[in-house]
């Protein structure tokens, strides 16, 4: 089964399959007056294709709106700039997309 790990210090998603490391990307995080929730989550919904600022693909995590998507501004990948989101490049999102089930872990922490 397969894992979603965020460092929010180095700005990383980590996909694990069966507790081995499968592949790491940067990513976006929340700015410091709306932080990216810590702790143990599970992925709720998945959608292709939301719009806007969401990028190609949307994975929610928490029900107050949390989410892994995908970014309109590329350029804030790496950065504290979301509304708390996790943002990922389109490509990378798309990829990792087809391998997460509803009710994937999504682990969070420093």
């Not at 709306?34 to 709720?44: A, E, H, K, S, V």
């Not at 190609?56 to 979301?82: C, L, Q, Y």
Request: neutral net charge.
């Amino acid at each position: 089964m397969y894992e979603i790990h965020i460092n929010l210090t180095t700005r990383q998603l980590t996909l694990l399959y069966g507790g081995n490391t499968v592949a790491i990307y940067p990513v976006a995080i929340g700015k410091p007056s709306t932080p990216t929730p810590t702790g143990n989550f599970t992925i709720l919904n998945k959608i292709v294709n939301p719009g806007g600022a969401f990028g190609t693909r949307w994975m929610a995590f928490t029900h107050e709106g949390h989410g892994i998507h995908g970014t309109n501004d590329p350029s804030s990948i790496g950065k504290a700039v979301s509304m708390g989101c996790v943002r990922m490049h389109n490509r990378d999102i798309e990829e990792i997309f087809p391998l997460i089930s509803l009710g994937t872990p999504v682990e969070i922490n420093y």
